[in-house]
């Protein structure tokens, strides 16, 4: 079934470690997103990708990082982790008919 | 870059027909309007995408006048497990993302459905 997968759901980690959430999606979409949101608040685009091989910053400044090379694997890192990143991040792709989902990684830095 | 004004909040009840308006004056010609619902801890999720006039789906009805200046989302019958954040967004659909702006989540409206 086409889909879109975000792993670990929930994370909970101490300050300066390195950690990647991993994002997939089964749908074949070219174009994929990550998105910063933290509870009750809006949904802030940090980074999104066109393709392979194509990553850009998003409208939210974000240390973290990303990679394609994958059309389905879109994942992203943080490089020594910090309480300041502590928020739910949300991985979507999309067609014509807007944006799917995933159902979001909860980062906690201790 | 079409920025939208939807409502912060709003509240029914159960059964009632909910309308949702947003607006969006400075909507460009190859623009869609989307319109998403999310729940705490998951994310936002389609309901419908239109252009113009009206679009039906088995979920819910986007009302879009002439002028493209507005539009409404239709939620009929609400039961308490539509109580979510509702979205609109506008933008151009071939080119999603980044600072183009065409895929930016505002605040959202919260609905609260009552019994």
């Known amino acids: 079934e086409a889909d879109i997968y975000q792993t670990p759901r929930y994370l909970v980690i101490g300050t300066g470690k390195k950690i990647t959430l991993e994002c997939s999606q089964t749908m074949g979409h070219d174009k994929m997103y990550w998105y910063q949101q933290d509870p009750g608040m809006e949904l802030h685009l940090i980074h999104y990708?066109?393709?392979?091989?194509?990553?850009e910053k998003g409208d939210l400044s974000s240390e973290s990082t990303v990679s394609r090379i994958r059309t389905e694997h879109f994942p992203l890192t943080l490089e020594s982790a910090r309480p300041s990143h502590t928020s739910q991040y949300l991985c979507?792709?999309?067609?014509?008919?807007?944006?799917?989902f995933g159902p979001g990684t909860r980062l906690t830095v201790l | 870059l079409a920025k939208t004004t939807q409502p912060i909040s709003m509240d029914s009840y159960e059964g009632q027909e909910v309308n949702i308006t947003c607006s969006h004056n400075n909507i460009a010609t190859n623009d869609y309007i989307t319109w998403y619902q999310q729940f705490p801890s998951q994310g936002p999720r389609f309901i419908i995408q239109?252009?113009?006039t009206k679009v039906t789906n088995e979920v819910a009805s986007l009302f879009i006048p002439a002028d493209r200046k507005s539009s409404t989302l239709s939620l009929p019958r609400v039961s308490l497990s539509d109580t979510a954040v509702y979205y609109c967004l506008v933008g151009d659909i071939s080119n999603y993302g980044g600072s183009q702006g065409n895929l930016i989540f505002g605040k959202g409206t919260k609905l609260s459905v009552k019994p």
């Open positions: 239109g252009y113009k």
């Open positions: 979507a792709s999309s067609a014509s008919l807007g944006q799917f």
């Open positions: 990708s066109y393709g392979v091989n194509s990553t």
